[in-house]
């Protein structure tokens, strides 16, 4: 079936350190892709997506490319900031059919100043 | 235009009591969907809609039921809370497209503790 997988945290950076957080995906066709950001206390926010290979999503300085060679949504920021601490969810949508959407398990992100 | 509203915001039960999760929605979305969200296992589908009157099951269904009878509203029941419903669900909508990719608005969470 449909699965993501998200590299485990936690990850603790610095404030303006670079950051990549790894996901990888199994599904047939070309799923659609999102990273999803949830801040403390509250639901999850959509970051950002892409819907077909090589499409690169971005926003808030988060960028992630649909990698369909390596099947991998790879969620990086040049330069993160105290206010990006929050955990990120990795997720797809199957091509065509189902309307689910299948979430990886969350990074937790901490940045300190 | 108030989003996903989700009530309670807590809730506490004991073993064996049932009760409902209250979600409703204000955006015409057709799909509706419920998780549970517990560490280490990220969200969890327990079950979806994608239109009044249609209702599915997702991974994690036992011990829950849904009914959608109206667009806005997706109740979630608990039958006979079990320790192991202890979580936080959250209620999430969007609107269905051919496109795919369309972006899943969620409530604020229901915090469950059953003792």
């Known amino acids: 079936g449909n699965s993501v997988t998200q590299m485990e945290g936690p990850v603790t950076l610095s404030e303006e350190a670079f950051l990549t957080i790894n996901c990888t995906y199994t599904?047939?066709?070309?799923?659609?892709l999102f990273w999803y950001v949830q801040y403390p206390g509250e639901g999850l926010q959509l970051l950002l997506k892409a819907t077909k290979a090589d499409d690169k999503g971005s926003n808030k300085g988060f960028e992630a490319t649909y990698r369909k060679e390596t099947t991998s949504f790879h969620l990086e920021k040049g330069s993160v900031q105290v206010s990006d601490s929050a955990v990120y969810f990795c997720a797809l949508k199957a091509q065509g059919g189902s309307e689910k959407l299948v979430f990886g398990k969350g990074t937790k992100l901490t940045v300190n100043p | 235009n108030a989003g996903v509203t989700q009530t309670p915001k807590f809730q506490v039960l004991k073993t064996g009591q049932s009760m409902t999760l209250q979600c409703a929605q204000d955006?015409?979305?057709?799909?509706m969907s419920w998780y549970r969200q517990d560490p280490g296992m990220g969200l969890r589908l327990i079950h979806y809609s994608v239109g009044a009157g249609i209702t599915d099951q997702g991974e994690v269904p036992n011990g829950y039921n849904v009914s959608r009878s109206t667009t806005e509203d997706f109740p979630l029941r608990l039958l006979s809370a079990a320790p192991s419903q202890t979580s936080v669900y959250f209620c999430?909508?969007?609107?269905?497209?051919?496109?795919?990719?369309?972006?899943?608005?969620f409530g604020s969470g229901t915090q469950l503790s059953v003792l």
């Open positions: 599904a047939t066709g070309y799923p659609s």
């Open positions: 999430a909508s969007r609107a269905v497209s051919t496109l795919g990719g369309e972006k899943l608005f």
């Open positions: 955006m015409n979305h057709e799909y």
